[in-house]
């Protein structure tokens, strides 16, 4: 059986997927300089290592495959102790989460929409486990949130 070729949809949204992955790794990078929290310090480097760097290789790889170039990646952040940030110029904890919690749905709804889009078995699969790898981490973080005191719930309708 011969592989059918990815089309435009499919070349453009794992290219970009790739380019927003190695910006997330980056934010996530200034976000784990800023917590002084250990348990969302943890957190952030189980995603890092389990997730983030694993799929940004997946997706590279299927890139350089078809013979895409890679979207450029911004440079790595050094890690640096949180007494050389400024208080004033800190992100707090709760503020790192929500953050991070944001960037976990965005990601979630762009694997839904490449799942959705992609006519090739394997696009989908991989997207697919993104998908559930990033629910988990999103699961593990709203624990997380709501221990810690940092979960804001919505308003309950009564009636």
């Not at 969302?40 to 760097?53: H, R, W």
């Amino acid at each position: 059986m011969t592989k059918e070729p990815y089309h435009s949809g499919e070349v453009y949204h794992l290219w970009n997927y790739l380019y927003e992955a190695k910006e997330i790794i980056v934010t996530i990078q200034v976000a784990r300089n800023h917590t002084e929290d250990k348990d969302l310090k943890l957190f952030l480097d189980d995603m890092m290592e389990s997730n983030l760097t694993e799929e940004e290789q997946q997706v590279e790889v299927i890139l350089k495959e078809t013979g895409i170039r890679l979207p450029p990646a911004p440079p790595d952040k050094p890690n640096v102790e949180i007494q050389d940030i400024p208080a004033g110029a800190r992100f707090n904890d709760s503020e790192i989460a929500r953050l991070v919690q944001k960037e976990l749905l965005a990601s979630q709804l762009q694997c839904s929409y490449i799942i959705g889009m992609s006519t090739q078995e394997n696009i989908k699969n991989l997207f697919e486990e993104f998908h559930s790898q990033k629910a988990e981490f999103e699961i593990k973080l709203l624990t997380i949130t709501k221990d810690k005191g940092w979960y804001t719930p919505p308003p309950i309708n009564l009636k």
